[in-house]
């Protein structure tokens, strides 16, 4: 769910290079959808399901840090990796409104 787009989250899909957007196309459930699917099939309690997305979020950005690094550095070349600096403190800010929402 860290790298799920809703229907709507323009934010996400331009800044996050991550799944690009493909969950908000037709057909994919919202991201309170499927944690609700989720916790019917499964029979657990999702009420702290905001901190471990926002703890998966965090985990995302650390990685694309480290892309980011090694792309300044030179030591990664190709297309797309430019970008990954840019989604860093946007993940940072989605996870702390995650973790004040609580919701995923």
């Avoid at 989250?9 to 799944?19: C, I, Y």
């Amino acid at each position: 769910m860290a790298c799920w787009h809703d229907d709507g989250d323009d934010a996400g899909q331009e800044r996050l290079p991550v799944a690009v957007g493909v969950t908000a196309r037709p057909g994919f459930p919202a991201t309170a959808r499927s944690a609700e699917r989720t916790a019917r099939a499964s029979s657990r309690d999702l009420a702290d399901l905001g901190f471990y997305v926002a703890l998966g979020t965090m985990k995302i950005a650390v990685i694309l840090e480290s892309v980011n690094a090694r792309y300044l550095s030179g030591q990664t070349i190709g297309a797309g990796y430019e970008s990954a600096g840019a989604a860093v403190p946007f993940l940072v800010s989605r996870a702390f409104e995650q973790l004040s929402d609580g919701a995923p």
